[in-house]
């Protein structure tokens, strides 16, 4: 299979250099399942864009800092494209900010979160799981860095992951879509760097708060697995 990762993340900083950047944390997760797939990486916040999305089997939609209310013109060319990919059926997937954009693109409704910016680990609901989340347990362990979320699901949209103060955290669309709020290409070493690295930028509730989540690990494999199958379950 082929998957087009649409790169979002704009943080260009010296904590981001020291890191592997958000094309390579996919790549990272899903080729040890998959090791005969290929990952095409488009940065896309710098305007570098696929042509068509139907020359590829899936589409990863990566999280980002920036705001997909902002207007700016390459997350509304992202939105656009998103909309052209998912009326040629091709299978979207999106974290975070690829969550929130994937929900915009198709008519739901994104704003700040009820309460303060959510960091480290959060133990989401599974409140109706999708035929490629076979075997999924009551909950699972993801690992969150969000100020935003979507507040309003697209039309015709199943919420299948949730949690305290994000009702919708993760939904799809028939076969066809499938999100999370929340990050399942951080490793719990990357996590920790950046809670230290908000650590200034944030009330110290909310870092304490992280820091003392991430002694449970997020539940990484099982995303994996779930995010690999679905791409395979629209696969002819």
């Known amino acids: 299979m082929k998957i087009a990762i649409l790169m979002a993340n704009t943080d260009e900083s010296d904590f981001a250099r020291r890191h592997p950047r958000d094309g390579d944390k996919w790549r990272a997760l899903l080729a040890p399942l998959r090791p005969d797939w290929t990952f095409e990486v488009f940065a896309v916040k710098d ?14 939609v990566t999280g980002s800092p920036a705001s997909v209310r902002s207007g700016e013109d390459w997350t509304l060319r992202l939105m656009d494209l998103l909309r052209k990919g998912h009326n040629a059926g091709v299978p979207l997937f999106g974290a975070c900010f690829g969550h929130q954009a994937i929900a915009q693109a198709l008519g739901g409704a994104v704003g700040d979160n009820p309460g303060p910016f959510v960091l480290g680990t959060v133990e989401t609901q599974v409140t109706a799981p999708a035929p490629w989340m076979d075997g999924a347990p ?10 935003e979320q979507v507040l309003r699901a697209p039309p015709g949209a199943e919420v299948v992951l949730t949690a305290p103060g994000c009702a919708i955290g993760g939904f799809r669309l028939g076969d066809s879509v499938f999100t999370t709020e929340y990050h399942p290409e951080m490793t719990p070493g990357f996590i920790a760097a950046l809670t230290d690295h908000l650590k200034d930028k944030l009330p110290e509730d909310v870092t304490a708060a992280a820091r003392a989540s991430l002694a449970d690990p997020a539940d990484t494999d099982t995303l994996a697995r779930w995010i690999a199958a679905f791409f395979e379950h629209k696969r002819p």
């Open 138 to 147: 009551p909950s699972v362990r993801q690992y969150a860095a969000h100020g």
């Open 47 to 60: 305007g570098v864009f696929p042509g068509d999305l139907s020359s590829f089997d899936g589409v990863i």
